[in-house]
Structure formats: C-alpha cells, structure tokens
C-alpha cells in the first residue's frame, strides 16, 4: 500500500513539473521576400548608334620612303658630313671621295676638246662661207671633235660620282663608313627615310579580310609608348594570304612623332558598321544554353532572350530582344541574381 502511494506522488510530479508550450510565428514568404536586402550593381543603358568592329593585330614600325645611300665610285673616303640621326636635305653634300685623279682626268678632256675645236675650225675655213652642214659634221669627226665632247661628259661624270648626295631629305641611319676607309663602288654608306612617311605593317587574320577596306581608321599603340594613341588608317591590302592563313596590311601612320623604324607596335582597325542597338559585352550571359541579357526594371531584375550581332570584345549587337533606352545589368548578372531578383543600382556606367 505503501509502495502504490508513493508511486502516485512521483506521477504527479513529473506531470506538474513541465513546462509550458512556447507558441513561434513562422514568417510567410511573401514576408521574407520582402526582409531580403537587393544586390547591388551596375547598369549601362543600351544605345542605338553606329557600332565598330574592332580588329586587333600586331606588326613592325617602317619608312615607307627609305633608300639605300650608296657610292657610285670608288677610292679614299676623304670626307663625311653625317652621322646617324642627322637630318639631311635632299642634293645636300653629305659624303666626298679623294678625287684627284678625276679632276686631272677632267682637265685633259677639257684641252683635247680645244685641241680639237682649233683644229675643225682651221678645215673650215678652206671652205670659204659655202661650206654644207654636212660638210661640216665630217670635218668635226675628221678632227675628233665629237670623241672629244664624250670623253668631256665622261670625265664631268666621273668627278661627279665621287661627291655623295642625299638623294632625299630625311634621317641618317645604320651609317657603315667613317673617313679614311676605301671604298667600292655600290657599296652602302648608309639608310636614309623620310620622318613623316611611315607604316605599320600587320597582320590580320584571314577571316576579318572582308572586312578591311582602305581609309579605314586605326589606332597604333607603339610598345615605346604605352600610354599614348597613334592614328592611322589602312593604305594597303596584300590581297594574298600567307601559309599561316594571315593577310598583310599596312596602315599610314599620320603622327609620326617620336616613332622610328623599327619599333614593334599593335594596332586596333575600327571598322564601322550600320546603326543597331548596342550595349556592353559584359552584359551578355548564357543562361540554360541561350544569349541572356539582364535588364533593371522596377527594382527587379528582368532577364531578356537576346540575338546578337557582331562582338568586338568591348560591345555588342543586340539584334532582337531589347530596345533603345533599356538598363541592362552588367555586375553580378551571371551567378548572383535570377529572373525578377531584388536589385538596387550602385553606378550607372552612362553617368561615370
């Protein structure tokens, strides 16, 4: 009896000692859509204008005017009036063989003409005022009057070539001789090219061919010269393609300044294209295997199915899908936010 009122009393304990129910509010998910702070990004507004397809290539710096400067004679380099990176006239005096001996051979032509001048003038003269024209040519021959002029014209050439003319104006380089050494005639002493006329020769894939025509604009970025801008267009189109499948191109470069030949360089032609709608690369994103672009609308983000048109790795056609004025997102579109995502705009590219 004992043992049962014991028992009772332990069963009422335990029941009188638990504790209440806590009664929690579990919040609707309209409720937590709503608490859900927006992701914050960055919006471009897509724009109708004139797109460019950018073509990117490399090449080397040239003259497009440079001559080799070489003797026309033979002997002592007796004088030079250059050195490398001298600007020149053209006709001016830049170089002089010794030239003694053409100048002696000169003097000797000069008196066998005289000699025989004297001596067609005194076989005239037995002719009396009659004499024909063509009396008058067989007396010269007779008196070696022509011979005489030739060897004349051929000594004047001869001291002639021993003085070195620039035959442009421009810029001394790669300058082979000093004073003292002999030289050959048609050896080189030296490169000259004209300043102001030069060329970026480059390359371009054979697949961007159709679309390079000459005048097109270009911008050369001279590795010497990072931070600065060159402008050029294309003057010239080797309309063959080489082994490796590329196409030679030059452009004319029209700031020359601070350039030599040379120097390597790469360069962006600008090819214009028709009026469409365009926006930046980065707005572009592949959502289930399709072109998406995000646009910002109400404070949501809305994504739109997109036909594109040509990338030039900077912006892109948009050909079907958005309309002019539409602010696509071009920040955190690619993992972070989905259709109708709560979104805040932190910076409008358009505004920067």
Known sequence: MFKKIIYLFLITCIFSCKPEQVETEIPETQSLKKDVAPTMISVATAQYRPFEFLIN???????????????QGSGVLEQLNIKNGQMVKKGQIIGQLENTQQEFAL???????????VRFTDASMTYGSEISDLQKKNIEVQNGVPTARINLREAEMNLAKTQILAPITGIIAELEEKEGNIVSSGSKLAAI???????????ILETDYQYVSIGQRADVYAL???????????NEINPKVDDNGMVEVKLQLKDTEGLLPGMNANAVIRIPQSDNIIV??????????????FTFEDGMAKWKYVKVGLDN?????????LEEGDQV???DNL??????????????????
């Not at 102001?196 to 480059?202: E, F, G, R, W």
């Open 224 to 234: 010497s010269f990072r931070e600065k801008v060159f402008e050029a267009f294309v």
């Open 313 to 321: 790795g900077v912006d892109i056609e948009i050909l079907e899908g």
């Open 107 to 117: 003097e000797k032509a000069k008196v066998a003409l005289e000699d025989a001048q």
């Open 57 to 71: 290539s490399s090449g080397t710096i040239a003259s497009g005017n440079e001559l080799a400067i070489t003797f």
């Open 280 to 293: 930046p690369r980065d707005a572009l994103v592949i959502k289930s295997g399709r072109q998406v672009v």
């Open 329 to 331: 997102i071009v920040s």
């Open 335 to 352: 993992l972070q936010i989905g259709h109708e995502a709560k979104v805040a705009i932190s910076s409008d590219l358009n505004n920067n």
């Open 193 to 203: 090219y004209e300043p102001k006329n030069l060329t970026l020769s480059a390359k």
